[in-house]
């Protein structure tokens, strides 16, 4: 007989593993990523096969010759860091760009930190931001949604504004609202809208959100304090004076906020551990994004948004505990 | 909507291999030995000396401790020596070793099947035979029950709750029992109010033994005070404080017991065990243990006398040795690994499962990704990550204001955990370390 292996308990396991994990954020994130494509062409498959490669080819190399450790690609997240910077990126990004990206999110905001769970800060969002900062006109350049499907495989569409963007310069030209013209919120919640590749479609963006409840990889409290809060917030806005500020339904279907409250604030590693800790986190992100969309220089909040409220998570920890069974105050 | 805690819970494969097999009783092989701590408290005090001869039900050591409790020879035979073993962790601890000669019970223990249920003792004549003849808490724990029975001084028990939960996966022989003496497990629960002066008892069984829930509510239906609860199938349901708050709604105090609560809660075998004490003159010398696994051909639930090596048990249930990888005494859950098959079955042992080798080894420990997976399944509401956390980096004092010793060890927290983690490892340590700052403070 062989020697018996003795180990404490329990002595099974459940099935979820970080590999599901990562695979179910992946499929998840498919139904927006086929709207993106489906609006954009072939342009958005090219940059998400460049930025899904880059990453996982830098956590490669980064392992095997700077850290000389194990590598870690086959547990999918760095797929999942690919995935995520290429749909917050217009698809006309050029691909040498999207790899720059790839490299700040994969080399600066995971591996220096020390790798898969101990990064502060959403990687895709920040790389989403460096390249924001440094190539202002190329990450704010918007492709607009292709008007015919023989255009499917043209990569110089014709660009425009972006909802939020046509909103933000004309109000500053001093019109007010009902001069401005935005996009019906039939196409804003289909996604025939320009945007980033993978934010456009609000009902893509929520069948995913469904699906990560559904196989219970997020919780519900971020997506719904977030929207909850950015609705309630631009909604006191809009009463005070509609005139100059956008109703609440434009301001979730918009921009990056559904992908933002769904994908990016949910991210596990860079959110509270407590059912409290997420709320505060989401009510946190939904008066960020509004403030820098109606106050803000920039015409979108949502990435910075979430990535301030990062760097809260360290604090929201340690002052939202759980309720313990039984405690004696 | 079926009752259940509210607070955190998992729910592995139930796997109940056995659910269909009778109890079969087993006859215990030519050795025994039959250790002196089998129960939560000081180990008892042997009374026998080596060439003495013993009957099954004859007292073989007693409890002077306040927490210990009595042991009684399961088979007549001669006593061959009183000497270390080592137990299933691998620790010496002593034993008395039995050569069994034949059968021949103590001439005042009732061995008929008779249904006997005209409760004739008062309560605190109840408490003192259920401690005379060793009943201890059968679901694992082993806590003496006539200590559980005395209800401390400015405290007042007003509801019983017997525990038919058997929540763990694989396991049972809680199951069997309910199905096969259904009427002896209702006396023992009348038994018992009486013992605590209680008008009020509640059974408590998961939704996944519908047979078993049928059946002790058409015997409970004679009796008003007596109602059978059934529950929604989530781990630990078993846990006493989880039981009381899905039953009652009543949360235990954090360090406190559920007295706090006015609760007190026994497991079914050992109701069935205070049955054959006060009824049949029985002491505590056999129980149900189910023996199970993909391993074993013919996973059972066998009748078994205390000492009976697991061994022997293997053996009658066909275990394949060539492919086995861990023996657990307990369940999957929060069963012990045994270093090896000769340690003999004890009051606490409710079954053994055997897993194949394949089975036997924990997946690839992997960063943690925050997913606070086990903060919500902590039932309870513990950070397990924080806590194995600084356990693991000895900061026993933040361990401690964490609460670590609210941890029922339940492994809720490690079983979810996507990346493996072996959070219950680091917080064992951290708890037993918490335990000796505390003491040495309180020196």
């Known amino acids: 007989m062989n020697p018996l292996i003795v180990s404490g308990s329990p002595h099974i396991h459940g099935e979820m593993t970080i590999k599901s994990i990562m695979w179910g954020v992946v499929i998840a994130l498919l139904p927006a990523w086929l709207a993106g494509v489906w609006f954009f062409g072939i342009a958005a498959v090219i940059v998400t096969l460049v930025s899904i490669a880059s990453c996982v080819l830098f956590e490669f190399?980064?392992?095997?010759?700077?850290?000389?450790?194990?590598?870690?690609?086959?547990?999918?997240?760095?797929?999942?860091?690919?995935?995520?910077?290429?749909?917050?990126?217009?698809?006309?990004?050029?691909?040498?760009?999207?790899?720059?990206?790839?490299?700040?999110?994969?080399?600066?905001?995971?591996?220096?930190?020390?790798?898969?769970?101990?990064?502060?800060?959403?990687?895709?969002?920040?790389?989403?931001?460096?390249?924001?900062?440094?190539?202002?006109?190329?990450?704010?350049?918007?492709?607009?949604?292709?008007?015919?499907?023989?255009?499917?495989?043209?990569?110089?569409?014709?660009?425009?504004?972006?909802?939020?963007?046509?909103?933000?310069?004309?109000?500053?030209?001093?019109?007010t609202l009902a001069q401005i013209k935005l996009p019906s919120y039939t196409d804003l919640f289909w996604g025939n809208i320009g945007g980033s590749l993978g934010e456009v479609s609000a009902i893509a963006l929520i069948i995913g959100g469904i699906y990560l409840l559904y196989r219970k990889?997020?919780?519900?409290?971020?997506?719904?304090?977030?929207?909850?809060?950015?609705?309630?917030?631009?909604?006191?806005?809009?009463?005070?004076?509609?005139?100059?500020?956008?109703?609440?339904?434009?301001?979730?279907?918009?921009?990056?906020?559904?992908?933002?409250?769904?994908?990016?604030?949910?991210?596990?590693?860079?959110?509270?551990?407590?059912?409290?800790?997420?709320?505060?986190?989401?009510?946190?992100?939904?008066?960020?994004?509004?403030?820098?969309?109606?106050?803000?220089?920039?015409?979108?909040?949502?990435?910075?948004?979430?990535?301030?409220?990062?760097?809260?998570?360290?604090?929201?920890?340690?002052?939202?505990k759980p309720k313990r069974f039984g405690e004696v105050k | 909507m079926?009752?259940?805690?509210?607070?955190?819970?998992?729910?592995?494969?139930?796997?109940?291999?056995?659910?269909?097999?009778?109890?079969?009783?087993?006859?215990?092989?030519?050795?025994?030995?039959?250790?002196?701590?089998?129960?939560?408290?000081?180990?008892?005090?042997?009374?026998?000396?080596?060439?003495?001869?013993?009957?099954?039900?004859?007292?073989?050591?007693?409890?002077?401790?306040?927490?210990?409790?009595?042991?009684?020879?399961?088979?007549?035979?001669?006593?061959?020596?009183?000497?270390?073993?080592?137990?299933?962790?691998?620790?010496?601890?002593?034993?008395?070793?039995?050569?069994?000669?034949?059968?021949?019970?103590?001439?005042?223990?009732?061995?008929?099947?008779?249904?006997?249920?005209?409760?004739?003792?008062?309560?605190?004549?109840?408490?003192?035979?259920?401690k005379e003849l060793g009943i201890v808490g059968l679901g694992g724990a082993t806590f003496p029950t006539h200590v559980k029975l005395m209800v401390p001084q400015g405290k007042k028990a007003e509801l019983l709750i017997i525990n038919g939960v058997e929540c763990e996966p694989y396991l049972t022989s809680d199951h069997r029992l309910m199905l096969e003496k259904p009427r002896e497990i209702i006396t023992g629960t009348r038994i018992l109010m009486k013992a605590l002066g209680v008008t009020k008892a509640i059974i408590g069984i998961e939704n996944n033994k519908p047979d078993a829930i049928n059946l002790l509510s058409k015997h409970a239906s004679?009796?008003?005070?007596?109602?059978?609860?059934?529950?929604?199938?989530?781990?630990?349901?078993?846990?006493?404080?989880?039981?009381?708050?899905?039953?009652?709604?009543?949360?235990?105090?954090?360090?406190?017991?559920?007295?706090?609560?006015?609760?007190?809660?026994?497991?079914?075998?050992?109701?069935?065990?205070?049955?054959?004490?006060?009824?049949?003159?029985?002491?505590?010398?056999?129980?149900?243990?189910?023996?199970?696994?993909?391993?074993?051909?013919?996973?059972?639930?066998?009748?078994?006398?205390?000492?009976?090596?697991?061994?022997?048990?293997?053996?009658?249930?066909?275990?394949?040795?060539?492919?086995?990888?861990?023996?657990?005494?307990?369940g999957p859950m929060m069963g012990k690994a045994l270093l090896n098959v000769e340690v003999p079955i004890v009051k606490g042992t409710s079954g053994i499962l055997v897993l194949n080798r394949e089975e036997s080894f924990r997946p690839k420990v992997q960063p943690c990704i925050r997913c606070a997976k086990c903060v919500s399944a902590c039932p309870m509401g513990l950070e397990p990550y924080y806590l194995a956390r600084v356990s693991e980096l000895e900061k026993y004092d933040l361990a401690e204001n964490g609460a670590i010793l609210d941890c029922i060890e339940c492994g809720s927290c490690q079983y979810i955990c996507p990346s493996a983690r072996p959070l219950l490892d680091h917080i064992r340590l951290g708890k037993l370390k918490v335990n000796e700052i505390i003491r040495s403070r309180n020196q």
Request: hydrophobic share 45%; proline share 7%; glycine share 10%.
């Open chain 1, 61 to 175: 190399l980064i392992q095997k010759f700077v850290l000389k450790q194990e590598t870690t690609i086959n547990d999918g997240s760095a797929v999942v860091t690919g995935l995520l910077l290429a749909m917050n990126v217009p698809s006309s990004l050029p691909w040498w760009q999207v790899v720059i990206g790839s490299l700040v999110a994969i080399g600066i905001v995971k591996m220096a930190f020390g790798g898969l769970g101990k990064n502060l800060f959403n990687p895709a969002l920040v790389a989403r931001v460096f390249l924001l900062i440094s190539f202002p006109v190329a990450m704010t350049t918007w492709p607009l949604p292709i008007e015919s499907r023989a255009n499917v495989f043209n990569f110089d569409g014709v660009t425009g504004p972006t909802p939020l963007g046509s909103l933000k310069t004309q109000l500053a030209m001093g019109q």
């Open chain 1, 217 to 320: 990889i997020i919780t519900w409290h971020i997506p719904v304090s977030y929207i909850l809060t950015a609705f309630i917030f631009s909604g006191i806005l809009w009463l005070v004076n509609p005139n100059r500020y956008a109703d609440p339904i434009f301001h979730i279907l918009a921009g990056g906020l559904l992908i933002g409250a769904i994908f990016m604030a949910t991210d596990l590693v860079t959110s509270p551990m407590t059912a409290w800790g997420k709320i505060i986190f989401g009510i946190g992100c939904g008066v960020l994004t509004i403030v820098i969309r109606v106050f803000g220089a920039y015409p979108e909040g949502v990435s910075f948004a979430i990535l301030i409220m990062n760097a809260f998570v360290p604090l929201i920890d340690r002052a939202f």
């Open chain 2, 2 to 130: 079926l009752k259940t805690f509210q607070k955190g819970g998992v729910h592995p494969h139930e796997n109940k291999l056995s659910a269909n097999k009778p109890i079969q009783p087993i006859d215990p092989p030519a050795k025994i030995f039959i250790p002196l701590s089998q129960s939560l408290g000081a180990p008892s005090k042997p009374v026998v000396k080596k060439g003495d001869e013993v009957k099954a039900g004859d007292i073989l050591a007693i409890g002077e401790a306040f927490i210990s409790s009595n042991i009684h020879s399961p088979v007549s035979g001669k006593i061959e020596k009183i000497d270390d073993y080592f137990d299933v962790s691998g620790y010496r601890k002593p034993a008395i070793f039995i050569e069994v000669t034949g059968r021949e019970w103590n001439e005042s223990v009732d061995l008929s099947d008779e249904l006997k249920e005209d409760i004739i003792l008062d309560g605190a004549s109840i408490i003192q035979k259920v």
């Open chain 2, 222 to 330: 004679s009796y008003p005070g007596i109602e059978v609860c059934a529950l929604k199938v989530k781990y630990p349901q078993g846990g006493e404080k989880q039981l009381i708050q899905a039953l009652t709604g009543r949360e235990v105090p954090s360090g406190k017991l559920p007295i706090e609560v006015g609760c007190i809660v026994q497991n079914v075998g050992t109701t069935f065990a205070v049955y054959q004490a006060i009824q049949k003159n029985k002491p505590l010398v056999e129980r149900v243990v189910t023996v199970t696994g993909t391993n074993v051909l013919n996973p059972s639930n066998f009748l078994v006398k205390i000492g009976t090596p697991v061994s022997v048990l293997l053996g009658k249930a066909g275990w394949q040795p060539e492919k086995a990888g861990k023996v657990i005494a307990g």
